[in-house]
């Protein structure tokens, strides 16, 4: 386990450093409740519960948004139900994968995420 996200990122790709820290600003732009855990292979932000996580494959980052319905997004790889909520994960590569969606799905996670659960 690592102790800090630096330590986290230290041994992974420049520029998917670079995502993961432009993906990161925005979660923690959500609201001074969101609790950031760093774990041996990813980074997870959680209100009442896990709303996202993050983690660094080769050059790529990868994301989990979890909704409480399915949605679609360009970047999306794969969806599945997990109980009342949908894990979506996503990979980001590009620079335009940052965009308005994406913005607006990980809103309606970190709203969701302090709602009780059905």
Known sequence: MYATVDDYLADKDPAAVDAFLRFRTMVLALGDDVEERVHASEVSWSRDRVFAAAFVYASKLEVALDLPRRVHHAALREAFPTGPITTH??????????????????????????????
Do not use: Q
């Not at 590009?94 to 990980?106: G, K, N, R, Y």
């Open 89 to 118: 994960r996503l990979s980001l590569v590009a620079a335009d994968d940052f965009d308005d969606h994406l913005t607006e799905l990980l809103h309606e996670a970190y709203a969701t995420a302090a709602e009780p659960r059905r």
